[in-house]
Nanobody, 130 residues
């Protein structure tokens, strides 16, 4: 069974940086699409970024493009999200998600659909103060 465990959340001032990590167990990440989603209080879950572990292709949501960078480490079986120039509107619980690449016919257009992902972590809180 695939299990995902996020870490690295915390409180930071606007303009600061945080690095989130997602440790994957049960399966090797090669062959998987992994993604970060976030959910702020009272708002819908929002796709942040995604990566195809096999070739490191990455995709970003418009609000974070140019500020966040997602990466994967096949040796450690982890994915990370480097978040720079953080804004108060980035405050949310951040979730790691995974699905087999073979189950997603077009990652470039479908990665934002949270219902596609079969495996989820418990989330980590990111709070950005003004």
């Amino acid at each position: 069974e695939v299990q995902l465990v996020e870490s690295g959340g915390g409180v930071v001032q606007a303009g600061g940086s945080l690095r989130l990590s997602c440790a994957v167990s049960g399966e090797h990440i090669d062959g998987y699409v992994l993604a970060w989603f976030r959910q702020a209080p009272g708002k819908r879950r929002e796709a942040v970024s995604s990566i195809i572990a096999a070739d490191a292709s990455t995709f970003y949501g418009y609000p974070v493009e140019g500020r966040f960078t997602m990466s994967s480490d096949s040796t450690e079986n982890t994915v990370s999200l480097q978040m720079n120039s953080l804004k108060p509107e980035d405050t949310a619980i951040y979730y790691c998600a995974a699905d087999r690449q073979q189950d997603i016919s077009d990652v470039a257009t479908m990665w934002t659909y949270d219902l596609l992902y079969d495996h989820w972590g418990q989330g980590t809180q990111v709070t950005v103060s003004p």
